[in-house]
C-alpha cells in the first residue's frame, strides 16, 4: 500500500514525500514520541521483495546507527510496518554544498571551514570500518548555523570489497538525478541495481580510478572525491567534467589535472594536499582523510611556516634540504609498504626550512585505550587495556609494543595487570609493573629489552607509596615520587633496595606535590618536576627541576605541564596547547618567553593539562583532539535502550552523578578553570544547572542525599581546619554546615550514602594508600560535628558504602579477593552484622540500588548489571543479569572512585554521555624531525 500523508508508522506520522531515488523514497515526519520533525526513508515497493536490495537497506540502517558524530547525518530508528521497513533519519534544515558552489567558489577561510567538517564526518565512517563510495558536493549540507553534516550512506560500503572485475560487468551508464535528493540538479549518475557484482556506484565527476574501472575500492576512493570536493570549492568547478559520462570517466582516467586553474592565494600545502588526493594511482594517494584534516587544520590556523604561502610562491628547496626529504620519503615509503593498507601516512611541511618535518598516524591497537606510553624513536610501547573494561579491572591490561619498521602493534604475552610504564635514558630497557600473582594484589616490577630480545623478569616488588610517573637517569637509577608526591625514591640501576624516601625542599612551596617526570637534562644534571599546589583559593600546576645530586629544587614555570627537554628547549602544554621556552643548561632555568607551537593536543580532563613525549631522535608523539570532554550531556535510557535528554545543557561533567530521591534533580561534580571540583544540581528539563553554594576555592566533592531530597551532603577539601563533610539545604536556602570533621589532615574523606532516617552516614576515607568505610551520627545542631569512626579492615581495600532504601542492607566494593568486585551486608544500625555476601561475580564496582531496593545495579567491563536483593529470612543475592551496555552508550568509564550513572525511581537509568569530540584515539600521531618546527617558531618569534 502506497503511503499517504498522515499515515502512522511506529512513532513517526507522515507528513509528504519529498524525495524518490534509487534506493529509497523519503517522506517528511514528525516523530510523536519526541516531538521532532525526522526524515523516514523506505524501500520503493517495486523493490521491496529483492533480496540484495534489502540486504543493502538494511547495512545502511547498521552503518548509520554506528556513526554517532556532529558531522554525520543521524539515525533515530528502523522500523517496518505492513512488510516494508523505514528508516529514520536526522531531518536537515539548510543547503547542498552543490547549492552553495552554485553561487561561485568560496573564499579559502569557508573552503578550509567546510572541508574540515566533511573531514571530520568521513574520518569517523573510516574509522567504523565504513566506505561511503559516493561522497559529493550533493551529499554534503550545511545547516543555517553553518554546520556541515555528511548525507546519505546508501552506498556506503562495509567491510567487504567489491568485484575485481571491471566494466565487463558494469551496466549501461545513463544521465540521471543522484540518489535520493529529488532538490538537486540533474548529473551524470548511476542508478543500476546497486547490489549487482562489478557494479560501479555513485556520480561520475566524483569516481577515483579503481572505482570507475570496477576494482575493489577502500577507504582512499573516498579520499579522491575528496579532494574534488576541495577542488570544486576553491575553483567552482568540477575537477573532472564531461558532457556524458563517458567523456567523465575517460577524463578521470586520462586526463591530469590543470593547477593553474586553483586560484593564486591557494596555500602551497592544499595544493599539496590536492595533488596526494587526486594521484590516480591508489598506492601513492594520501590514505588516511584523519591525515587531510591535520593539513587543512594547520593551514587554518597558520601553525606551520609555509601554511599561508601560495603555490606560486613556493621556493625550490636547498640540495641539501633536498636529500634530507629524499631519505625520509624513502623511510616513509620502507615503512607504508610494511604497513599496507593500515599504513603510515607522511607528508612534507611546506616552506623550503622546515623540509624533513613529516606528519605521520600510526594506529593504536583497536578497542584498546591506551593508558601509558614509551617511545625512543625506534620503538613505541603502550599500555592498553579493551575499551569495555571497567576503571578497576587492572588485569586486563596489556603492554603492546611496536618498532617503527613494523605494520602494526603486538601485545606481548605475559604482561596482563601491567600498569606503570618506564623506558631507559638510552632506550634499550622497559620497566612495567604487574601483580605478583593471580591471587595477590601486591605488585611486581618486571624489566625486558626493548628489542623484545628476552623475556620480562622480576626484578624486585613495588611499594604501594609509589607514584606511577618517573624519570630514567642516564645512570641507571629509577626516580619516583612517593607519599603523594611528598618525597622521592631512587631504584638502583643494579637493583637491590631503594634509597630511603628524600622531602621534596622548594622554597616557597613547602605543600606542593612533585612528580618527576620525562627523560632527565644530560648528564643527569637536573630531572623536570609536574608540579601542583594550593594558592591564593585554586590549585596551581607548573613545572620544577631537581638537581639529583645536591637535592635542590626549584618551580621554572607557572600554568604547565608534560616537561619534556630537546635540543636546548624545554617544551611543555597549557591545556591543549603546546609551548616551548629556551633553556639554560648552566643556570638551570629558562630564558625569555615561551613561545606557542601548536593547539589541539587531547585534553581528557579540564583541570589537567594535555600529555605528549618528545623522543631523543626528535620525534614528537602525541593524541589530538583538544579538550574532548567540554560537551558532555545528561541523559535517560529506558529498559528498551530508548534515550532521552534530561536537560540540553553541555559541561564538562567528570564524575559522581546522584540523582534524588523523587528523580526530579540530580548533582554532578565540575572541574573549574582552577582545578577545584564543584558540585552542580541540574534538574530535569532545565537549560543550567546551580552550583551548590561552598566554600569559595574549596574543593565540593562526593554527594549524598537525604531520603526526602531536602538536605545535600558533600565534602569540603581546602587543606585547613575547616575541611570535612558539610549538609546543605539541596533548594540553596541556607549555608553549609559541617557535621563532622576529616580523620586526619592527610585523609580523602567523602560522604557516599545518608540513612534513611538521616540520622547516619556512611563514608569512604582514603589515607596514606588505606581506603576505608567510615561512619558517623549527623549532629542534630550546629557546632557538634560527628565523630566519625572505621568500620571496615586495612587488609584491603573497602570504599562507597550505600544503604538500601529502607537502609536494612549496605552494599560496598572491595578487592579483598584480589580483585574489585561488590558486596552487601546485612546493616546493624551502627556497623555490619553477619557475613557479606559477594554480589558481583568477574569483577564489579560502583554500586547503585534501585529505588525499590529488591535491586541492586554495578558496572563491570562496561556493563550495567543487576542483581536481586533478598534480605528476610537472610540475606541472599540472585546471578546478575545484563541491563545496559554502558559503553556502547557512551558512558564514561567510572574514575576517582566515583559513577556517572545512577537509577532512577521508575527504574530508567540516568547517565552522563560523551560528547562528540570524545571518540577513542585511534592513532597516535607523529612528527619526524620536530626540532625543525622548534627551530623555525622559536626563529619566527625573535622577529
Not at 534489502?54 to 554506528?66: D, I, K, P
Request: proline share 7%; charged share 25%.
Amino acid at each position: 500500500m502506497p503511503v499517504t500523508s498522515g499515515a502512522t508508522i511506529g512513532p513517526y506520522k507522515v507528513d509528504r514525500e519529498i524525495g524518490r531515488g534509487g534506493m529509497g523514497v523519503i517522506f517528511l515526519a514528525h516523530d510523536t514520541r519526541l516531538g521532532r520533525t525526522v526524515a523516514l526513508k523506505a524501500l520503493p515497493e517495486d523493490v521491496a521483495a529483492d533480496p540484495d536490495r534489502l540486504q543493502r537497506f538494511e547495512r545502511e540502517a547498521r552503518v548509520l546507527a554506528s556513526l554517532n558524530h556532529p558531522n554525520v547525518a543521524a539515525i533515530y530508528g528502523l522500523e517496518e510496518s505492513e512488510g516494508r521497513r523505514y528508516l529514520a533519519l536526522e531531518h536537515i534544515e539548510g543547503e547542498t554544498l552543490a547549492d552553495r558552489i552554485a553561487r561561485g567558489p568560496l573564499p579559502l577561510q569557508e573552503t578550509l571551514n567546510v572541508c574540515i567538517e566533511i573531514a571530520c564526518g568521513v574520518e569517523a565512517a573510516h574509522d567504523g570500518g565504513v566506505v561511503h563510495r559516493d561522497l559529493k558536493p550533493a551529499n554534503v549540507m550545511i545547516t543555517p548555523n553553518e554546520q556541515v553534516k555528511v548525507l546519505d550512506f546508501g552506498l556506503a560500503k562495509g567491510r567487504v570489497a567489491t568485484d575485481e572485475e571491471g566494466l565487463a560487468k558494469s551496466p549501461a551508464l545513463v544521465d540521471s538525478p543522484t540518489l535520493s535528493s529529488p532538490t538537486l540538479p540533474h548529473s551524470p549518475t548511476f542508478i543500476n541495481p546497486a547490489t549487482m557484482v562489478g557494479v560501479i556506484l555513485g556520480t561520475a565527476a566524483y569516481l577515483s580510478p579503481e572505482q570507475a574501472r570496477g576494482k575493489v575500492v577502500d577507504r582512499r576512493t573516498d579520499i579522491w572525491s575528496f579532494g574534488c570536493i576541495v577542488y570544486e570549492c576553491l575553483t567552482g568547478k568540477r575537477a573532472f567534467e564531461g558532457e556524458t559520462v563517458s567523456d567523465t570517466i575517460a577524463k578521470i582516467l586520462e586526463r591530469e589535472m590543470d593547477w593553474s586553474t586553483l586560484p593564486k592565494h591557494t596555500p602551497a600545502r592544499l595544493r599539496e594536499l590536492l595533488e596526494r588526493c587526486l594521484t590516480k594511482d591508489p598506492k601513492k594517494r594520501l590514505r588516511d582523510i584523519g591525515d587531510a584534516r591535520l593539513t587543512l587544520e594547520e593551514i587554518k590556523s597558520g601553525r606551520y611556516a609555509g601554511a599561508g604561502a601560495s603555490a606560486d610562491a613556493a621556493a625550490p628547496a636547498s640540495a641539501a634540504a633536498k636529500r634530507r626529504t629524499a631519505i625520509l620519503l624513502a623511510a616513509a615509503a620502507i615503512a607504508g609498504a610494511a604497513l599496507g593498507a593500515a599504513g603510515w601516512n607522511a607528508f612534507t611541511a611546506g616552506r623550503t626550512h622546515t623540509e624533513g618535518v613529516m606528519h605521520l598516524a600510526l594506529p593504536t591497537p583497536p578497542d584498546v585505550q591506551v593508558q601509558g606510553a614509551a617511545s625512543d624513536g625506534r620503538t613505541i610501547a603502550l599500555i592498553g587495556k579493551p575499551l569495555t573494561a571497567g576503571a578497576r579491572d587492572l588485569s586486563l591490561a596489556r603492554l603492546y609494543m611496536r618498532r617503527m619498521d613494523q605494520p602494526e602493534f603486538d601485545v606481548v604475552r605475559g604482561t596482563e595487570g601491567a600498569s606503570a610504564l618506564f623506558m631507559s635514558a638510552n632506550g634499550r630497557t622497559i620497566e612495567y609493573w604487574a601483580p605478583a600473582g593471580e591471587q595477590t594484589r601486591d605488585l611486581r616490577r618486571f624489566r625486558m629489552p626493548a628489542d623484545r630480545s628476552a623475556p620480562p623478569v622480576p626484578v624486585g616488588n613495588v611499594d604501594p607509596e609509589w607514584d606511577v610517573t618517573g624519570a630514567w637517569l642516564e645512570s641507571g637509577d629509577l626516580m619516583l615520587s612517593t607519599n603523594n608526591g611528598l618525597r622521592y625514591v631512587r631504584l638502583p640501576a643494579k637493583g637491590g633496595s631503594p634509597s630511603p624516601p628524600t622531602r621534596f625542599v622548594v622554597p616557597g612551596y613547602p605543600a606542593g606535590r612533585f612528580f618527576p617526570e620525562g627523560k632527565p637534562l644530560p648528564g643527569d644534571r637536573g630531572v623536570f618536576l609536574s608540579a601542583i599546589w594550593y594558592e591564593g583559593e585554586v590549585y596551581r600546576q607548573g613545572i620544577g627541576i631537581l638537581d639529583p645530586r645536591s637535592g635542590k629544587t626549584k618551580i621554572l614555570i607557572r600554568d604547565a605541564g608534560s616537561p619534556a627537554y630537546h635540543a636546548g628547549v624545554l617544551c611543555f602544554s597549557r591545556q591543549d596547547a603546546l609551548f616551548a621556552v629556551r633553556f639554560d643548561l648552566g643556570k638551570m632555568e629558562v630564558k625569555g618567553e615561551p613561545v606557542g607551537i601548536m593547539n589541539d593536543l587531547r585534553q581528557e580532563n579540564t583541570s589537567i593539562n594535555a600529555r605528549f613525549g618528545i623522543t631523543p631522535n626528535g620525534m614528537l608523539v602525541y593524541a589530538g583532539g583538544g579538550n574532548v570532554v567540554r560537551n558532555r550531556h545528561v541523559i535517560v535510557v529506558d529498559r528498551q535502550g530508548n534515550v532521552s535528554e534530561w536537560s540540553p545543557e553541555r559541561r564538562p561533567y567528570e564524575y559522581d552523578l546522584k540523582a534524588s530521591p523523587d528523580g526530579s534533580r540530580a548533582t554532578l561534580s565540575i572541574n573549574n578553570a582552577n582545578a577545584i571540583t564543584e558540585t552542580w544540581v541540574s534538574e530535569r528539563g532545565q537549560p543550567a544547572a546551580r552550583r551548590v553554594r561552598s566554600r569559595p576555592g574549596a574543593d565540593c566533592l562526593g554527594n549524598s542525599w537525604s531520603q526526602d531530597g531536602r538536605w545535600l551532603a558533600f565534602a569540603q577539601n581546602a587543606n585547613d581546619s575547616l575541611d570535612g563533610i558539610y549538609l546543605v539545604d539541596a533548594a540553596g536556602a541556607s549555608a553549609p554546615r559541617r557535621i563532622a570533621r576529616k580523620p586526619s589532615p592527610t585523609s580523602y574523606f567523602i560522604p557516599t550514602s545518608m540513612s534513611p532516617d538521616g540520622r547516619t552516614m556512611l563514608t569512604t576515607n582514603a589515607d596514606s594508600n588505606r581506603v576505608a568505610i567510615w561512619v558517623f551520627q549527623v549532629p542534630a545542631r550546629e557546632g557538634e560535628p560527628g565523630i566519625p569512626r572505621q568500620i571496615t579492615g586495612n587488609d584491603a581495600l573497602h570504599a562507597l558504602g550505600i544503604f538500601s532504601p529502607d537502609g536494612r542492607v549496605v552494599a560496598y566494593q572491595s578487592n579483598e579477593t584480589g580483585r574489585g568486585e561488590v558486596y552487601a551486608s546485612e546493616w546493624a544500625g551502627d556497623g555490619f552484622a553477619g557475613l557479606p555476601i559477594m554480589v558481583s561475580r568477574g569483577g564489579g564496582d560502583m554500586p547503585r540500588w534501585g529505588k525499590d531496593g529488591k535491586h541492586l545495579y554495578y558496572s563491570v567491563q562496561g556493563k550495567l548489571m543487576s542483581v536481586g536483593i533478598t534480605s528476610r529470612p537472610g540475606l541472599t543475592a540472585t546471578s546478575p543479569t545484563l541491563v545496559w551496555d554502558l559503553a556502547a552508550l557512551r558512558i564514561p568509564p567510572n574514575r576517582l572512585g566515583a559513577a556517572l550513572y545512577d537509577i532512577l525511581p521508575d527504574g530508567r537509568l540516568i547517565a552522563v554521555q560523551k560528547g562528540p569530540e570524545e571518540q577513542n584515539p585511534t592513532q597516535a600521531n607523529v612528527i619526524l624531525n620536530f626540532d625543525e618546527v622548534l627551530k623555525e617558531r622559536m626563529r619566527a618569534a625573535r622577529k
